[in-house]
């Protein structure tokens, strides 16, 4: 079986230079890794900002899930209006 996370150590998650192993190597939620500081807080900026459009797409994907159990006809056309 390949694994998936061959080489994840291997090179800057974000700028994609080699991580020697004798260099830093900055670790970020378990399984990705940086060169510097630098670049795991550019990750991290990177992470909450695509967090905060799922949070903000999200709004409109409960709305439908939450209407879901009346009609599933209705509920698209609320959806759309909502988004429009
Ligand atoms: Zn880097």
Redesign the pocket.
């Known amino acids: 079986m390949g694994s998936p996370y061959a080489g994840f150590l291997e090179s ?1 998650s ?2 994609r ?1 080699p991580l020697g192993l004798n260099s830093d190597i900055y670790m970020y939620r378990g399984d990705t890794a ?3 500081e630098e ?1 795991r807080e550019e990750q991290m900026d990177l992470d909450e900002a695509r967090e905060r459009n799922w949070k903000g797409s999200s709004r409109s994907v409960r709305t439908s899930a939450g209407a879901e159990d009346s009609s599933a006809g209705k509920i698209f056309q609320t959806g759309t209006l909502v988004v429009a």
């Open positions: 800057c974000l700028c230079k940086f060169c510097s670049c």
